[in-house]
């Protein structure tokens, strides 16, 4: 069973906007948090942003601030990236990863991350 399943990516104009899902299943069962990830070619991989799954305490990356906003599903275990005013820059491979570390310890911008999915496209046009 794959632990983590992302969809909703895709090729969208600057200015458009995206809904990304994240689905876990029940191995991720015993996380505290989830967040967001991108790579865009010939970068590391950053942080987007993170949400906790009990109480929904979220973390952004700078950059996306105000355009992005995660929230998540508890019961069908379902996290989603809704990203609005999309720049060229926003280009990436998005992933979904889910981590044991709480948010009092790492803001969720970093620490350990243990699932991840096989990541979504995002191409953004100028």
């Known amino acids: 069973q794959v632990p983590l399943v992302e969809s909703g990516g895709g090729l969208v104009q600057a200015g458009g906007s995206l809904r990304l899902s994240c689905a876990a299943s029940?191995?991720?069962?015993?996380?505290?948090?989830v967040g967001w990830f991108r790579q865009a070619p010939g970068k590391e991989r950053e942080f987007v942003a993170g949400i906790t799954w009990s109480v929904g305490i979220t973390s952004y990356a700078d950059s996306v601030k105000g355009r992005f906003t995660i929230s998540r599903d508890g019961p069908k275990m379902t996290a989603y990236l809704q990203m609005n005013s999309l720049k060229p820059e926003d280009t990436a491979i998005y992933y979904c990863?889910?981590?044991?570390?709480?948010?009092?310890?790492?803001?969720?911008?970093?620490?350990?991350?243990?699932?991840w999915g096989q990541g979504t496209q995002v191409t953004v046009s100028s």
């Open positions: 029940g191995r991720t069962e015993s996380s505290y948090a």
């Open positions: 990863a889910t981590t044991k570390e709480t948010y009092a310890r790492t803001r969720l911008t970093s620490g350990v991350y243990d699932y």
